[in-house]
């Protein structure tokens, strides 16, 4: 008795969408979601899906186009020993129990019944557990246990109200430096024309004389 597990870490540029093609992927083959998790902190999607053994290659195969496969590895473990052991346990304990109803039936003494009964009690919860342990075994190696790890690709999203922001902030930026740049420039043009001015009227009143 294997049971079988699966570890696939992808990445894809939907991770809901890929979620619900994997577990369409899993119904498909006969299993199901076990649990699925979303982490929107890091757009990750974590999904355990379980599918028989027999369809386990497949449902690996099949999951690697969901996107780009970052990471993948597959592990079994072997509980034949601990199958047969459980087995051996239990068949102990309903020999026990066979045990005690008899010893009950034939009881005579109200003190040694009642006794009788608790210890058959307890003997029946092991017997419980011991069969709820093999159940769960039982089904872990028919259905294999696959999990699933997807991750949305980083992408800048810019729609059409961020492009008139931008633009507009670029707009602003250019305006403003404009406006400075002309304001530094005053001051410069003021001493330029207080300086020319009284050039100008040197340089044509010589101009003048030298004419006569």
Request: a neutral charge.
């Amino acid at each position: 008795m294997v049971e079988l597990q699966g570890y696939t870490t992808i990445r894809v540029d939907n991770a809901k969408a890929a979620t619900d093609q994997a577990a369409r992927l899993a119904v498909s083959l006969g299993g199901y979601v076990a649990s699925s998790s979303f982490d929107d902190s890091r757009s990750t999607e974590s999904i355990i899906i379980r599918v028989p053994e027999d369809n386990f290659s497949l449902a690996m195969q099949n999951l690697s186009i969901l996107g780009v496969v970052k990471a993948q590895s597959i592990s079994s473990s072997d509980v034949t020993e601990q199958y047969v052991s459980l087995q051996a346990q239990l068949d102990s304990y309903k020999a026990e129990r066979t045990a005690l109803l008899r010893t009950l039936n034939s009881s005579t003494n109200v003190k040694d019944a009642l006794d009788t009964e608790n210890a058959i009690q307890n003997v029946e919860a092991q017997i419980n557990r011991i069969e709820g342990q093999l159940r769960i075994m039982q089904r872990l190696v028919a259905f294999a246990t696959i999990n699933l790890q997807l991750t949305e690709v980083s992408k800048p999203i810019l729609d059409f109200g961020d492009a008139i922001t931008i633009a507009l902030q670029a707009f602003y930026t250019v305006t403003k430096g404009i406006l400075i740049l002309g304001a530094s420039l005053i001051p410069v043009a003021t001493i330029a024309g207080i300086v020319y001015v009284p050039y100008k009227h040197f340089s044509n009143k010589k101009r003048s004389r030298s004419s006569d």
